[in-house]
């Protein structure tokens, strides 16, 4: 089946400081990928559509200069929130779509800032 | 704009239960609906997907419909396992953005 592996799965950082969190779709070639946000005990929230080649498509509400995506090649999308702060710690997790099983999702990225 | 409810947001059952998981939409212009599956701390697992055209679907213990028109989609567990203690998520897929709706989830606690 289709896999998606997403690196790092925890990740401690200081107030400050910027994270990457990659995302890679291993056995497809995924021409579209999906950042969602999961605060505790609450739903998938997206926060940007990313289009390999070409600018992401950030929801409403979300800072994409605090968000960057990258998604240069069509097995790998990156996502680096910068001056990183103690709001911003979440759950991250990406998806990608390109085959039919439909989307398929990282194993997400447990953010905390301190 | 879509909105999507599971019910109820929380469950506990013995070992063994039959059970039934609800999620609905507002929108029924949807691509296709699907079900997930998260353990703590994890990432999303599939497990089964609905095309709009679809009534339902069967994987194993796991049975899901979709009505389409009245905007809604059922999750049943047959025989329930303690392993099967998770937070079951439904999502739509809008005809229109591609994006994915997800619901609030349902979090299923199966005591041995």
């Known amino acids: 089946g289709a896999v998606v592996s997403q690196h790092p799965s925890r990740v401690i950082c200081k107030s400050g400081t910027s994270v990457k969190i990659e995302c890679r779709s291993l056995?497809?070639?995924?021409?579209?990928m999906f950042w969602y946000r999961q605060f505790p005990k609450q739903s998938l929230m997206l926060m940007a559509t990313?289009?390999?080649?070409?600018?992401?498509?950030?929801e409403q509400g979300v800072e994409k200069d605090k968000f960057l995506i990258n998604h240069a090649s069509l097995t790998l999308s990156t996502l680096t929130v910068t001056s990183a702060h103690p709001e911003d710690s979440s759950f991250y997790i990406c998806s990608a779509s390109g085959t039919s099983y439909g989307y398929t999702f990282g194993s997400g990225t447990r953010l905390t800032v301190v | 704009k879509q909105e999507v409810t599971q019910i109820p947001a929380a469950l506990s059952v013995p070992e063994g239960e039959n059970l039934v998981l609800n999620c609905s939409f507002t929108?029924?212009?949807?691509?296709?609906l699907q079900w997930f599956r998260q353990d703590p701390g994890k990432g999303l697992t599939s497990l089964l997907l609905?095309?709009?055209?679809?009534r339902e679907q069967t994987s194993g213990r796991l049975n899901a419909s979709l009505d389409k028109s009245s905007g809604r989609s059922t999750l049943y567990i047959a025989a329930s396992q303690p392993g099967d203690s998770a937070t079951y998520l439904c999502a739509v897929l809008m005809d229109s953005s591609y994006k994915l709706i997800f619901g609030s989830g349902t979090r299923l606690l199966v005591r041995p």
């Open positions: 929108d029924s212009a949807i691509y296709n």
């Open positions: 056995d497809f070639q995924a021409t579209t």
């Open positions: 609905i095309q709009s055209s679809q």
């Open positions: 990313s289009n390999e080649g070409s600018k992401a498509t950030y």
